[in-house]
């Protein structure tokens, strides 16, 4: 219930979240809108994700969606910031123990964060890590300590040359990459992951509105390394990487001139949903 600044700010040495990695976060941006209001986007669909993250994986959670919204408005306007990344953390107190806890903190912090993957077309490589076997853990919660995996396969591929990460599930298929969810495009056609071993999407699912928006078929399902390289386009997007195109995976570039590609045509649309611009209508061939 307090503001205070970051570097003010105390949390318990012995915290659980500290130890074993649990703890449950949001990844949210704000704008600035065409008309010079801020505005968190989705707002609401986050900070439902933050409660269903925390009832996944048992944490206490006593805070109302419309509570934290306001909260973290006061939290930008306090930082005098419109163009923000917004990061809320559900943690654990002191236990040294795997027993459940009675209570649970939170805190919101925001900052200015540029395209989380940068805005040029990305050189990615397929990860040596698998995605975590959601057998094994609550896919689904954004956990903090399931970001290991996203750390280590980031770290990866950055030590070898490339800007990014893809990772495969259990069996093989295409998951998802670190931080962000993938489309490819195909003979007029987009493919995604069906939500099995991903996270549950908010820029996903906002995909797939603009795709109903502009008529552009998207399909969910299961597909491997040799069929995404057939691809004429792919983009990453995510809250924090916004959508970004592909320029190649594992060398093997991709023929699709990225703004002749659907990506580009969801890419500028989302960048003007995001600040309540009406949506241009591009002229499709298909
Ligand atoms: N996948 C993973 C593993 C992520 O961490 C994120 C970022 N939250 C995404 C996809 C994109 O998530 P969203 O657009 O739903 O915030």
């Not at 917004?86 to 903190?105: D, G, L, Q, T």
């Not at 800007?163 to 093989?172: F, I, K, S, V």
């Not at 792919?234 to 916004?242: H, I, N, Q």
Request: charged share 20%; hydrophobic share 40%; glycine share 6%.
């Amino acid at each position: 219930g307090q503001f205070v600044k970051a570097a003010e700010a105390k949390t318990d040495f012995y915290s659980q979240s500290l130890h074993y990695g649990y703890s449950v976060f949001e990844g949210i941006r704000s704008y600035r809108t065409a008309a010079g209001d801020t505005k968190i986007f989705r707002a609401t669909d986050h900070f439902e994700r933050l409660k269903n993250s925390a009832a996944a994986i048992n944490m206490p959670y006593q805070w109302t969606t419309t509570e934290l919204v306001e909260a973290t408005y006061e939290v930008l306007r306090l930082n005098n910031l419109q163009d923000a990344y917004i990061r809320p953390v559900v943690y654990a107190p002191a236990n040294m123990s795997f027993a459940p806890n009675k209570e649970s903190h939170i805190f919101i912090a925001v900052w200015e964060m540029a395209p989380f993957l940068g805005e040029k077309l990305l050189r990615v490589m397929t990860s040596s890590f698998q995605r975590p076997n959601p057998g094994a853990y609550k896919i689904h919660a954004k956990a903090t300590g399931h970001y290991v995996n996203s750390v280590i396969a980031s770290q990866e591929a950055k030590a070898k040359g490339y800007d990014e990460a893809l990772l495969l599930d259990m069996h093989g298929y295409v998951a998802e990459g670190p931080g962000a969810y993938l489309f490819f495009e195909k003979e007029g056609n987009l493919y995604t992951p069906p939500p099995v071993n991903i996270l549950p999407g908010i820029t996903r699912a906002t995909v797939f509105e603009l795709c109903r928006h502009f008529e552009i078929p998207v399909e969910e399902k299961l597909f491997t390394i040799e069929e995404l390289k057939t691809a004429d386009a792919v983009f990453y997007c995510g809250t924090a990487a916004e959508v970004i195109g592909w320029e190649s995976l594992d060398d093997h570039p991709f023929n699709k001139n990225w703004n002749d590609s659907l990506g580009a045509i969801i890419q500028k649309a989302y960048k003007n949903l995001v600040i309540d611009k009406p949506i241009e209508e591009p002229s499709l061939q298909h």
